[in-house]
C-alpha cells in the first residue's frame, strides 16, 4: 500500500483558486491510481475526481467539470488537484485515496489507501 499526505488546503475568496497536494510514499506508488473526494460537514462523502497510473485518463464529477483538474507527477510521487472559479458550496475536507484499480477510486468502492484530509473553505 502507498501512504498519503495531502496539503494545500486553506480560506479563499469566492472565484478564487486553491492547489491540493497529494504526496506519496511507499513502493508502486506509479501503479495506483489516485483520486480526490470531499466531505461536508453533515453530508457524505462524494467522489471529486481521478487520474489514472499514467494520467491517460482522468474522470470528473459533474460539478466540478470545467473547473478542477486533475494531474500527477510519477517523478514527485505526487498528485494535484488544482481549483478554480471556487464556490462557497466546494467547502469540505478533501481526502486523496490510491487504489491499483481505477475502478474502484471512481466507484469510491474499497479504495485501498486514503489520506487524513485537508479543509478547504471557500468565503461568499
Known amino acids: 500500500q502507498v501512504q498519503l499526505v495531502e496539503s494545500g488546503g486553506g480560506l479563499v475568496q469566492a472565484g478564487g483558486s486553491l492547489r491540493l497536494s497529494c504526496a506519496a510514499s511507499g513502493h508502486s506508488f506509479r501503479s495506483y491510481a489516485i483520486g480526490w473526494f470531499r466531505q461536508a460537514p453533515g453530508k457524505e462523502r462524494e467522489f471529486v475526481a481521478a487520474i489514472d497510473w499514467n494520467g491517460g485518463s482522468r474522470y470528473y464529477a459533474d460539478f466540478v467539470k470545467g473547473r478542477f483538474i486533475i494531474a500527477r507527477d510519477n517523478a514527485k510521487n505526487t498528485v494535484y488537484l488544482h481549483m478554480n472559479s471556487l464556490k462557497p458550496e466546494d467547502t469540505a475536507v478533501y481526502y486523496c485515496?490510491?487504489?491499483?484499480?481505477?475502478?474502484?477510486?471512481?466507484?469510491?468502492?474499497?479504495?485501498?489507501?486514503w489520506g487524513q484530509g485537508t479543509q478547504v473553505t471557500v468565503s461568499s
Open positions: 485515496a490510491a487504489d491499483p484499480i481505477f475502478g474502484r477510486i471512481i466507484g469510491d468502492y474499497a479504495v485501498a489507501s
